[in-house]
């Protein structure tokens, strides 16, 4: 690699903590677009990365994987983009583009993608967007709708997509059935917006009894069930169609099954750390079903992308400096944000951080 | 006596689920209904679960048997469907709603007021008795014709196992040609799952703890290949190889070997219902898009539809044809899992009112 050309923010240890760091990013080869990034999403698994929650972060490791800039530079092969051109870096910089999920615009599910950050790829390891750009293979480069405000826009690329997929691939999308919202963070206020969108009753359940006014003021839910009081669960109980979980504490299921009709769906886009108790009678009696998803191929990315530019949606964001991060990744771990932080990278990094 | 008509059967009176001779009575053919004299019944282990109370819901006297074909003598004046003579059966359900959203969608195995064929409280009150004997009588509504192709005593089992298989494959998408399903559990449900499976043109592996039935599955039953599930190098081999899998156990057994076995995109649906939770780890099922489902039995129409399937493809179960008499023996062999695949009892050569 080159001389250091990239700064960044990373986190050198299991505190999480992040502080500057220079670091390489490679040359734009042909089939390359490299992007000034100006925002960047903070998604709680840039939190659990950062502190290996999860058992496999390498570290330095510069996190962020919900990245809106503006093109700089293109390689000879790329015909989509050119500078000047708005766009977004999700999840995934690269999969292996062969495979039968390659080929179904299933990039996620390729058993060799490779992630934005903290992936090997190429001879080092991928470094997602707390950082002043990046260089990315055209295929996994988002178009930004014009309409679409690339700060409020940039959770789209991970918590957006992430219960989008899941909501078309499950089929919870038929206009006047009614979908549950299970916890109510980054991805469930998306989950509502879209929902709404697709013309479904929405309840958010949430244990936080103090969530109920934002939930049906601010997002615009139907309404709010406590799951901490046993009589308002049971009283719901057979009432949903569907039910997104966004949970990634560890939690009891049977009460969430409870919640479905016939032929009820729960799909899980939450990653509690330990294994969840599936009660089986609920699943036979009801023919309920319990899936999950991780979050979207391009194609569907970019769908989404265009989908929220009509119905206008757009995350609740809270705009912050790169030197607040820290702060905000310990408000993140206690919920403590309405609903998604946006680092504002362009306007962090000045040259005297350089 | 609760009902006008004598019938005779044999019963448990108490959760040793021991069965024995019992008189008791039937209602008068109603309009609507079909009454049949028994000539089969297979016993599932359900029947099993239901004569010991492990359930928690039997009442005694219980006279078990839902997998029930015989032969018409009677038809009420509404009737439309059937006449003296037909060669019929029922099932799991005698009754249900027939006004909800699940009844009027051919579901009424999910309708909340859904009756039993026996051993539940039936709409005027009295408790239904099931197949275990030598008369029958049902709404015309939840009685299935069985085609001439199909011998009766083969019938039987399809009336639970069969459509208990079917429906979910069908619902789930596991009904295509070329798609590669799992069958977890070899015994009534797992051999019918296996030969529908091939009827659909699938290839269909067996997934046991037993070695002894590798032979069996592959020889007797026509399955494509045998995972033993003890053995580690086998399901490590077969990890991401299955579109779905048809999982008949119920004793408690873990899920994460099995949801490792499925490719992404894949569905285990769960048939058997173990009484305690399982674990379910969440990071396979997002990593890979699986999902885990439930079904319960199927629908009259339906079942109506698997039986018709079941004769034109020749689809019949392997069973060992019992006397009365040597049905408690049958139970015991059936809680070792000792029958190759369903006892079916032989009510009409061999029920006979004790004198």
Same mark, same amino acid.
Not at chain 2, 121 to 127: L, Q
């Given at each position: 690699m080159g001389s250091s050309n990239a700064f960044g923010w990373a986190a050198t240890d299991t505190s999480g903590h992040l502080s500057p760091f220079h670091f390489s990013r490679r040359e734009n080869e042909a089939d390359d677009v490299t992007l000034k !990034?100006?925002?960047? /999403?903070?998604?709680?698994?840039?939190l659990h990365t950062i502190k290996n929650d999860w058992g496999f972060t390498t570290y330095p490791v510069v996190?962020?994987?919900? %990245?809106?800039?503006?093109?700089?530079?293109?390689?000879?092969? @790329? $015909?989509?983009?050119?500078?000047?051109?708005?766009?977004?870096?999700g999840v995934i910089v690269d999969s292996c583009k062969e495979c039968e999920c390659c080929q179904q615009d299933l990039e996620n599910y390729c058993p060799r993608t490779v992630y934005t950050y903290n992936s090997p790829y190429k001879g080092t390891r991928t470094q997602g967007g707390y950082s002043d750009f990046v260089v990315v293979h055209q295929r996994f480069v988002l178009r930004f709708p014009d309409n679409l405000p690339l700060d409020a826009g940039a959770?789209?690329?991970? &918590?957006?997509?992430?219960?989008?997929?899941?909501? *078309?691939?499950? +089929?919870?999308?038929?206009?006047?059935?009614?979908?549950?919202? &299970?916890?109510?963070?980054?991805? /469930?206020?998306v989950a509502i917006k879209f929902g709404k969108a697709f013309g479904l009753k929405v309840t958010v359940i949430s244990g936080s009894p103090n969530k109920e006014a934002e939930a049906i003021h601010t997002l615009g839910a139907d309404s709010f069930l406590l799951s901490s009081d046993p009589e308002k669960m049971k009283a719901a109980m057979g009432t949903m169609d569907y039910i997104i979980s966004t949970i990634s504490a560890v939690h009891p299921l049977a009460p969430l099954l409870g919640l479905l009709k016939l032929n009820g769906k729960l799909v899980n886009v939450g990653l509690p750390s330990k294994p969840l108790q599936l009660p089986i009678f609920p699943l036979v009696g009801g023919r309920k079903l319990i899936g999950g998803s991780n979050f979207g191929g391009l194609k569907e990315t970019q769908e989404m992308l265009d989908f929220c530019a009509k119905h206008n949606i757009t995350a609740n964001i809270e705009l912050i400096k790169m030197d607040e991060i820290n702060t905000a990744i310990e408000r993140l771990s206690k919920s403590d944000v309405k609903y998604r932080f946006v680092i504002d990278v362009a306007n962090s990094f000045s040259s005297s951080n350089m | 006596m609760e009902h006008p008509? =004598?019938? #005779?059967?044999?019963?448990?009176?108490?959760?040793?689920? %021991?069965?024995?001779? #019992?008189? #008791?009575?039937r209602r008068e053919t109603g309009d609507k209904d079909v009454t049949f004299k028994v000539l089969y019944c297979g016993i599932c282990h359900s029947d099993l679960h239901m004569l010991k109370n492990e359930w928690g819901n039997s009442t005694y006297p219980l @006279?078990?048997?839902?997998? !029930?074909?015989?032969?018409?003598?009677?038809?009420?004046? =509404?009737?439309?469907k059937f006449k003296v003579g037909d060669k019929v059966g029922v099932g799991c359900m005698v009754q249900s709603c027939r006004n909800c959203q699940n009844c009027a969608h051919d579901l009424e195995n999910y309708c909340p007021q859904m009756v039993l064929t026996y051993g539940a =409280?039936?709409?005027?009150? $009295? !408790?239904t008795y099931g197949g275990y004997s030598d008369f029958m009588v049902a709404d015309e509504h939840f009685v299935i014709r069985i085609p001439d192709a199909l011998p009766l005593d083969c019938a039987a089992p399809l009336l639970c196992a069969g459509i208990t298989v079917y429906s979910p494959m069908i619902y789930f998408g596991l009904n295509k040609p070329?798609?590669?399903? +799992?069958? @977890?559990?070899?015994? +009534?449900?797992?051999?019918?799952?296996? *030969?529908?499976? *091939?009827a659909f043109g699938m290839e269909v592996s067996v997934i046991s703890s037993s070695p002894g039935k590798k032979n069996e599955a592959i020889e007797h039953l026509g399955a494509d290949s045998f995972v033993l599930s003890t053995d580690q190098h086998q399901m490590k081999a077969a990890m991401g190889t299955l579109d779905g899998i048809i999982d008949t156990v119920s004793a408690v057994h873990p899920l994460v070997p099995l949801i490792g076995l499925l490719k992404s995109h894949g569905k285990i649906i769960m048939v058997g219902a173990p009484e305690k939770p399982l674990e379910l780890p969440v990071f396979p099922l997002i990593m890979g898009r699986k999902l885990v489902a439930g079904s319960c039995i199927g629908g009259i129409k339906e079942t109506q539809e698997m039986i018709d399937f079941a004769a034109k493809h020749g689809v019949k179960p392997h069973i060992e044809v019992i006397p009365i008499d040597y049905v408690n023996t049958a139970m015991e062999r059936l809680l070792k899992a000792d029958v190759k695949y369903r006892f079916v009892i032989d009510i009409g050569n061999t029920l006979k009112p004790s004198s």
């Open positions: !990034i100006l925002f960047c /999403g903070v998604c709680h698994s840039d996190p962020g994987h919900e %990245i809106v800039g503006i093109v700089t530079k293109v390689g000879s092969n @790329v $015909t989509k983009f050119k500078e000047g051109d708005r766009v977004g870096v959770p789209l690329l991970c &918590a957006g997509i992430t219960v989008y997929s899941p909501m *078309k691939y499950y +089929g919870m999308t038929e206009p006047g059935k009614h979908l549950g919202v &299970a916890g109510l963070g980054g991805l /469930g206020h | 008509r =004598k019938a #005779f059967g044999w019963a448990a009176r108490d959760a040793s689920g %021991i069965l024995s001779p #019992f008189n #008791f009575s @006279v078990p048997g839902h997998e !029930i074909v015989g032969i018409v003598t009677e038809v009420g004046s =509404k009737v439309e =409280k039936n709409v005027d009150d $009295t !408790i070329g798609l590669h399903l +799992g069958v @977890v559990g070899l015994g +009534g449900l797992g051999h019918m799952a296996v *030969k529908f499976a *091939k």
